[in-house]
């Protein structure tokens, strides 16, 4: 493209974007807008964990001699990616254990040490080169923490010695500056449950065209798990405050939010581990499965984010690539053709005509979400037979909502807006039909409240008790979980006062516990869990009630 054409674009569309920033709602960023474009997105997981066959490298002191990926291509990680349609690979490039797979200085524990290509490799620099090559965009993934610090798993860079925080801060800085100055452009940088080391600065001057997944900085969110699915409606605008804590997640959507934060569904591809072994792959998903992510996040409005792990010999194996082909042609049978659509400019509400009487079982909606989330609410009908009848409704649309139902033919497609915040704004509506389609059906129970301690006024000491609850068979995935005392009488006087979360036996980021209620909670647990993972949540309690005794439960389930 002529570089004068491409100035004169580039200068149109951040005139758009001021212009919708004047609206009395929230709008996307123009970094914001360009990444929920990419829709599809591939992590790499590949790392120490690759060796051991467990999901995280603990100790940081594995012997890094064993790690040499004899065939490792990065071309063919790209090849894979672009195979499903993914436009953009996040490089997990240092992990919890802290090894880092640049020829960082902060560290011995790091590419300089290992055989691979006899210590001058740099595996960042190969995934940036292979992504300018195959046209994706790159993301970086930098534990905030290191387990050589005293800052394991959910510290967020936070050390369990106070007096290493100061000297870990400036290894951070450090490497996170690294890894933005000597790459090229990072479309998205991802802190894995926060950070906690001041890094706006950098941030700012090395990834101002940058996404960033968690941190008080966060531009993007976490959904709450790991599953790769959002529960619907989708609302990408939050409150600013609960972004700047950096733990926002899905449950704190609302279509008044002041901050737009888009959700990026993650999931592995084994269920449920990151990293590769012979094992772990015995967990592959199915391509059913993958569709039904692809559906409940990028047809909910929100980006998806699978990962890839590629084996000791740094390949992703052949049953992975053949999956994610395999995911790939399926999308592209399904939404490559419509058959028929309606582009700019659109109605309010918009009606789709057929020339004859059509078979159809996808409606994709498409709002002009640059301008915010002004549609709130909506049907639509066909005319069957010729007579209208209702075959979908719905909230929120966003970047894309795709409705699936079983096949109808019909003549006419009406949508009709029945709730709106400013004047709505298509972008597109679209008819499909999938051969051989039954719509999954889709029951959101409430996840069943489980009881996970108890507590007795009568063992209370001068009116206070300390209540450990062991959370280990509770919280058995990453994912947030509500817990709520319940008392056996409507007035107790007895009180939570403090509380304390522990994971792994780790001090962990007291922001994983957030307070919902006058005595329910939410946690937040990112980090993986496997057999050496532990949640313990400690509670020092009150009773102010002299006169009646009382006791109670604590019960504790899954947020959906």
């Given at each position: 493209?002529?570089?004068?054409?491409?100035?004169?674009?580039?200068?149109?569309?951040?005139?758009?974007?001021?212009?919708?920033?004047?609206?009395?709602?929230?709008?996307?960023?123009?970094?914001?807008?360009?990444?929920?474009?990419?829709?599809?997105?591939?992590?790499?997981?590949?790392?120490?964990?690759?060796?051991?066959?467990?999901?995280?490298?603990?100790?940081?002191?594995?012997?890094?001699?064993?790690?040499?990926?004899?065939?490792?291509?990065?071309?063919?990680?790209?090849?894979?990616?672009?195979?499903?349609?993914?436009?953009?690979?996040?490089?997990?490039?240092?992990?919890?254990?802290?090894?880092?797979?640049?020829?960082?200085?902060?560290?011995?524990?790091?590419?300089?040490?290992?055989?691979?290509?006899?210590?001058?490799?740099?595996?960042?620099?190969?995934?940036?080169?292979?992504?300018?090559?195959?046209?994706?965009?790159?993301?970086?993934?930098?534990?905030?923490?290191?387990?050589?610090?005293?800052?394991?798993?959910?510290?967020?860079?936070?050390?369990?010695?106070?007096?290493?925080?100061?000297?870990?801060?400036?290894?951070?800085?450090?490497?996170?500056?690294?890894?933005?100055?000597?790459?090229?452009?990072?479309?998205?940088?991802?802190?894995?449950?926060?950070?906690?080391?001041?890094?706006?600065?950098?941030?700012?001057?090395?990834?101002?065209?940058?996404?960033?997944?968690?941190?008080?900085?966060?531009?993007?969110?976490?959904?709450?798990?790991?599953?790769?699915?959002?529960?619907?409606?989708?609302?990408?605008?939050?409150?600013?405050?609960?972004?700047?804590?950096?733990?926002?997640?899905?449950?704190?959507?609302?279509?008044?939010?002041?901050?737009?934060?888009?959700?990026?569904?993650?999931?592995?591809?084994?269920?449920?581990?990151?990293?590769?072994?012979?094992?772990?792959?015995?967990?592959?998903?199915?391509?059913?499965?993958?569709?039904?992510?692809?559906?409940?996040?990028?047809?909910?409005?929100?980006?998806?984010?699978?990962?890839?792990?590629?084996?000791?010999?740094?390949?992703?194996?052949?049953?992975?690539?053949?999956?994610?082909?395999?995911f790939g042609a399926e999308l592209q049978k399904?939404?490559?053709?419509?058959?028929?659509?309606?582009?700019?400019?659109?109605?309010?509400?918009?009606?789709?005509?057929?020339?004859?009487?059509?078979?159809?079982?996808?409606?994709?909606?498409?709002?002009?979400?640059?301008?915010?989330?002004?549609?709130?609410?909506?049907?639509?009908?066909?005319?069957?037979?010729?007579?209208?009848?209702?075959?979908?409704?719905?909230?929120?649309?966003?970047?894309?909502?795709?409705?699936?139902?079983?096949?109808?033919?019909?003549?006419?497609?009406?949508?009709?807006?029945?709730?709106?915040?400013?004047?709505?704004?298509?972008?597109?509506?679209?008819?499909?039909?999938?051969?051989?389609?039954?719509?999954?059906?889709?029951?959101?129970?409430?996840?069943?409240?489980?009881?996970?301690?108890?507590?007795?006024?009568?063992?209370?000491?001068?009116?206070?008790?300390?209540?450990?609850?062991?959370?280990?068979?509770?919280?058995?995935?990453?994912?947030?979980?509500?817990?709520?005392?319940?008392?056996?009488?409507?007035?107790?006087?007895?009180?939570?006062?403090?509380?304390?979360?522990?994971?792994?036996?780790?001090?962990?980021?007291?922001?994983?516990?957030?307070?919902?209620?006058?005595s329910s909670f939410n946690i937040n647990r990112?980090?993986?869990?496997?057999?050496?993972?532990?949640?313990?949540?400690?509670?020092?309690?009150?009773?102010?009630?002299?006169?009646?005794?009382?006791?109670?439960?604590?019960?504790?389930?899954?947020?959906?």
């Amino acid at each position: 493209m002529n570089k004068k054409i491409a100035l004169g674009c580039l200068l149109v569309f951040e005139f758009l974007f001021a212009n919708a920033q004047k609206s009395d709602i929230a709008v996307p960023s123009a970094v914001q807008y360009q990444w929920q474009e990419r829709e599809r997105i591939m992590f790499v997981h590949f790392g120490v964990a690759t060796w051991t066959g467990n999901e995280y490298d603990e100790t940081g002191k594995f012997d890094i001699s064993r790690l040499n990926p004899s065939k490792l291509n990065t071309d063919q990680w790209c090849e894979v990616a672009k195979s499903w349609g993914a436009k953009e690979i996040i490089f997990v490039a240092k992990h919890v254990g802290g090894f880092c797979w640049w020829p960082t200085k902060t560290t011995e524990y790091c590419v300089r040490n290992i055989p691979w290509k006899n210590g001058k490799g740099d595996l960042m620099k190969e995934v940036a080169a292979s992504c300018k090559k195959y046209g994706i965009k790159m993301g970086v993934y930098i534990y905030p923490g290191d387990v050589a610090y005293g800052a394991g798993i959910g510290s967020g860079g936070k050390t369990k010695d106070p007096s290493l925080q100061e000297a870990y801060n400036k290894v951070f800085r450090q490497q996170l500056t690294e890894v933005l100055t000597n790459y090229g452009e990072m479309a998205e940088v991802w802190f894995d449950g926060n950070c906690v080391v001041e890094v706006g600065d950098i941030l700012k001057k090395y990834a101002s065209k940058a996404t960033i997944f968690q941190s008080p900085y966060a531009s993007l969110r976490w959904p709450g798990t790991e599953s790769g699915k959002l529960s619907y409606p989708v609302w990408n605008t939050v409150p600013s405050g609960r972004l700047k804590l950096g733990l926002a997640t899905q449950y704190d959507d609302t279509p008044d939010g002041d901050a737009w934060a888009p959700l990026e569904a993650d999931a592995p591809l084994y269920d449920h581990y990151w990293f590769w072994s012979k094992e772990k792959e015995k967990k592959r998903k199915s391509l059913e499965e993958l569709i039904d992510m692809y559906y409940k996040s990028v047809g909910y409005g929100g980006n998806l984010l699978i990962n890839s792990c590629p084996d000791t010999t740094g390949l992703i194996v052949p049953d992975d690539v053949s999956l994610y082909r395999a995911f790939g042609a399926e999308l592209q049978k399904r939404f490559e053709k419509p058959v028929a659509q309606l582009k700019l400019p659109i109605a309010i509400n918009p009606i789709l005509h057929f020339q004859k009487p059509t078979a159809i079982n996808h409606i994709v909606l498409e709002e002009q979400y640059q301008y915010g989330h002004r549609i709130r609410a909506y049907t639509i009908e066909a005319k069957v037979n010729g007579k209208w009848v209702e075959i979908a409704k719905g909230e929120s649309v966003g970047r894309k909502k795709i409705e699936a139902f079983k096949t109808i033919t019909t003549t006419d497609i009406r949508i009709n807006v029945t709730k709106n915040k400013l004047a709505p704004k298509w972008r597109s509506v679209s008819a499909y039909h999938v051969s051989n389609f039954e719509p999954s059906v889709t029951i959101q129970n409430d996840p069943e409240w489980k009881v996970c301690g108890s507590y007795d006024t009568k063992t209370f000491k001068n009116g206070a008790d300390t209540l450990v609850l062991n959370l280990d068979s509770f919280i058995t995935k990453p994912g947030q979980y509500e817990i709520a005392m319940v008392a056996d009488v409507a007035i107790t006087g007895t009180y939570i006062v403090e509380t304390y979360l522990e994971f792994d036996g780790e001090n962990t980021q007291q922001e994983y516990l957030q307070k919902t209620g006058h005595s329910s909670f939410n946690i937040n647990r990112t980090a993986q869990i496997d057999r050496n993972s532990h949640t313990k949540l400690t509670l020092y309690m009150k009773s102010d009630n002299e006169v009646f005794q009382n006791r109670g439960v604590f019960k504790i389930r899954a947020r959906r």
